[in-house]
């Protein structure tokens, strides 16, 4: 991804494999020793030789006895290491202070393997700027349908604080990257099913879970035939929906003549009415035939499932010498 994204959704069934190994083990990985590495400085980026970094216990405390150390070549870094298999499975406090400047904490849990660069910029005493946390997150996200079963087909776009998108693709309803802290919107779109979207907060130095169920989209169907002016059926005819939001939705009339849309209506929640949709019917020209559109079509499910609509294609008026 643009911003620092690493999808590992491209990899097809790799990515089950890859997903299941993170989740399911704190020993998915190989690695003996990890460390987790704080470089403290101001909001200008110089280095604050006088901090004091501290981890701290909230609960339960699973530090094993250890607190940051300050680095001898420079002291404005600190680290702590933990050996492969220990993770941290309630959250622990990261206090951070220097004389001189406004102290800052964050949440955090450290998982086995996973090597963190932390960077924090203090403001001055006095100061109404808030310290700035900048590190890379790591995400496991999960969509399923109301059966509690993986939804394929998914496309997730995660949207920074700028607006910026960026979009994977959730191959067998799954998903693993990584991207900086901070906090964003997860929109989940996927056909025959309501779009979502999803704040999620990635400001603790932790590792987030995300997992969103889907709710199928009401829909309902539009048919009919396609005909010329004698009144002889056309096949092979492109047929396209446009809602009022500029979703696009498309089919081919079969050989004889017939078209089949799926389109989708609104329904007001908790109440047994339902609300129309409108949409703007187009046959793309074919074969000498015209282009036709037919603007504000009004969508409803009827109550046999299906609405019904022929449509007589026109040719061009004849040339006369």
């Not at 643009?2 to 959704?9: D, I, P, R, W």
């Not at 086995?112 to 109404?128: D, I, Q, T, W, Y």
Request: charged share 25%; net charge positive.
């Amino acid at each position: 991804m643009g911003f620092g994204m690493k999808s590992l959704t491209q990899f097809g069934f790799v990515l089950l494999v890859v997903f299941f190994a993170l989740i399911s083990s704190t020993n998915g990985q190989a690695c003996g020793r990890y460390y987790i590495t704080v470089s403290v400085q101001t909001l200008d980026g110089k280095p604050i030789k006088t901090a004091r970094v501290d981890l701290k216990v909230i609960d339960t405390d699973e530090t094993k006895g250890k607190n940051f150390v300050r680095d001898k070549a420079d002291p404005s870094v600190f680290s702590i290491d933990y050996f492969e298999g220990h993770s941290f499975r309630s959250f622990h406090k990261v206090t951070i202070s220097a004389p001189g400047f406004i102290s800052t904490e964050n949440l955090t849990k450290f998982t086995s393997c996973e090597n963190r660069g932390v960077v924090v910029k203090l403001a001055k005493a006095g100061s109404s700027s808030p310290a700035v946390w900048s590190f890379q997150n790591n995400v496991n996200v999960k969509a399923v349908g109301s059966d509690g079963k993986p939804v394929e087909g998914v496309t997730l776009t995660v949207i920074d604080g700028h607006n910026k998108p960026e979009t994977v693709d959730m191959k067998f309803g799954f998903a693993y990257f990584t991207v900086p802290s901070g906090e964003y919107t997860f929109r989940f779109e996927a056909r025959g099913y309501q779009t979502k979207n999803e704040r999620v907060d990635l400001t603790k130095l932790a590792r987030q879970s995300v997992k969103v169920e889907l709710v199928r989209q009401e829909t309902s169907v539009l048919t009919g035939r396609i005909y010329d002016a004698q009144g002889y059926f056309v096949p092979d005819v492109k047929i396209v929906a446009v809602s009022s939001e500029g979703k696009r939705f498309e089919t081919v009339a079969n050989d004889e003549g017939v078209y089949v849309l799926i389109l989708p209506f609104n329904k007001y929640p908790g109440l047994g009415t339902f609300k129309e949709a409108q949409f703007d019917l187009i046959v793309e020209p074919w074969k000498g035939f015209l282009r036709s559109e037919t603007k504000g079509f009004v969508f409803v499910p009827s109550q046999l499932g299906k609405m019904y609509l022929d449509i007589a294609l026109r040719a061009p008026p004849p040339i006369f010498d």
